[in-house]
C-alpha cells in the first residue's frame, strides 16, 4: 500500500480549519487544488471526513476520533525533518561515548560528567578507555567524541583545536635531577620512561636529544599517564609528559616538576567527531561543553577565582582555535 505523507498535513489543516478554502489559505494552495487532496483522502480511508451541513462542513465520527492524533503525527514529522530542532536539555535522553586518553580522562572526567548530569539529567555518559586509533568507529557512531594529539587525514572526520599543552619532566621528591642546573647533557644522562600504549621506548623528545647529539636511556614503557606518574614517584626514572593534564594527578602524588633542559614542541589536543554529527544540536551541546570543559585545563585560575577548598574548579570557556 503507497501512501502520500503530504495527505496527512491536508489532512491536519482540513480538521483544523473545518473548510476546504479554509484549509487551502492555511497551506498557501488552490481551492481546487485542496479539493482534489480531501478527494484522495476520502479515498484512502474510506471515509467523507467532513460533510456538508448547510453552509458549512463538519466533520465526521472517525475525523474527531483521529483529529488530535493527525495533529500529533504531523508536528512530529516537522520536528524530525526540521533544520532548526529545538534542544531540550531538561528532557534529553540519550548516551554518549567519549573516548579520551586516560591522562585527559583522569584530568577532565569529573568536570564533564557533573556538568552533563548538571544539565540534562537524563544523559548518560560512558567515558571508554582509548583502546587505540579507530577512524572506524567514530563512522559507525559507536564513539561520539574523541581526544586526539593529531588532526585526522580523512575529510569526514571533523577536528577541533582545544588546546596546546607544553612538556614538563616530572621526578621523585629528591631526585638527583632536582639538584643544580638541569642542564641537557645532565637530563640525557638519566634514566627515562615513556608513555606509550603500544609500547614506544622512543618518542620525539629523542629527535630533540638527537639534533644536540645526545642520547637517552628509555628502560620502561607505560601504558597509561598515571602508571607511569606513579613509577616515577617510586624509582629514579625520569618522565616527561604535558603539563596540564597531568597537573592534579603529579600535585597529589607530590612529584617534583622540572622545565625541560631543552626545546620541545608543544603538544596540540584535538576533539575529533565524524561530519554526521555536525547538525545535531545535542552533539553540538556536548562538544562544546567538553571543549569549554578542557580548555579550563589551560587557564589557570587568578586568586579571585580559587574555589573554596574541597570544590571543583567551574569550566572557564576561551575562545581559542576553530575547528576543521
Known amino acids: 500500500m503507497q501512501l502520500d505523507l503530504n495527505l496527512l498535513t491536508a489532512l491536519d489543516a482540513l480538521l483544523e480549519e473545518g473548510s476546504v478554502s479554509g ?11 485542496m479539493s482534489r487532496s480531501l478527494g484522495r483522502i476520502r ?11 448547510g453552509r458549512s462542513m463538519v466533520p465526521t465520527t472517525r475525523a474527531l476520533a483521529m483529529r488530535a492524533q493527525v495533529h500529533a503525527l504531523v508536528q512530529q514529522a ?59 568507529e567514530l563512522r559507525r ?25 607544553r612538556l614538563v619532566v616530572a621526578v621523585r621528591p629528591g631526585h638527583p635531577l632536582t639538584e643544580g642546573p638541569l642542564s641537557p647533557k645532565r637530563y640525557a644522562a638519566a634514566e627515562h620512561l615513556t608513555v606509550s600504549r603500544r609500547g614506544s621506548l622512543r618518542d620525539p623528545i629523542d629527535d630533540a636529544l638527537t ?8 628502560v620502561a614503557a607505560g601504558p597509561t599517564a598515571a602508571f607511569a606518574l606513579q613509577l616515577a614517584l617510586d624509582t629514579d626514572l625520569v618522565v ?3 603539563d596540564a593534564v597531568t597537573r592534579t594527578a603529579r600535585e597529589q602524588l607530590g612529584l617534583a616538576t ?9 603538544v ?9 554529527y555536525d547538525n545535531d544540536r545535542a552533539h553540538t551541546w556536548l562538544r562544546d561543553l567538553a571543549t569549554e570543559t578542557v580548555r579550563a585545563l589551560f587557564t589557570p585560575p587568578t586568586a579571585s577565582q580559587q574555589p573554596p577548598k574541597g570544590r571543583m574548579r567551574p569550566c572557564v570557556d576561551r575562545h581559542g582555535p576553530g575547528e576543521a
Open 23 to 33: 484549509a487551502a489559505a492555511r497551506l498557501h494552495v488552490t481551492a481546487p487544488a
Open 43 to 53: 479515498k484512502a480511508t474510506g471515509d467523507q471526513i467532513l460533510i456538508r451541513t
Open 78 to 136: 516537522q520536528q524530525l525533518l526540521s533544520a532548526q530542532q529545538e534542544l531540550d536539555l531538561a528532557t534529553l535522553d540519550r548516551v554518549f561515548t567519549v573516548r579520551w586518553h586516560d591522562a585527559l580522562t583522569a584530568a577532565c572526567g569529573t568536570a564533564l560528567t557533573t556538568a552533563v548530569h548538571h544539565q540534562a539529567p537524563g544523559v548518560r555518559l560512558r567515558l571508554s578507555a582509548e583502546p587505540g586509533r579507530d577512524d572506524a
Open 141 to 165: 557512531g559507536e564513539v561520539d567524541l574523541e581526544s586526539s594529539s593529531s588532526a585526522p587525514t580523512l575529510p569526514d572526520i571533523r577536528h577541533r583545536l582545544v588546546g596546546r599543552d
Open 211 to 218: 639534533t644536540r647529539g645526545l642520547e637517552r636511556r628509555v
Open 240 to 242: 616527561t609528559l604535558p
Open 258 to 266: 622540572l622545565p625541560p633542559p631543552l626545546p620541545l614542541p608543544d
Open 268 to 276: 596540540p589536543l584535538y576533539l575529533l567527531w565524524h561530519h554526521s
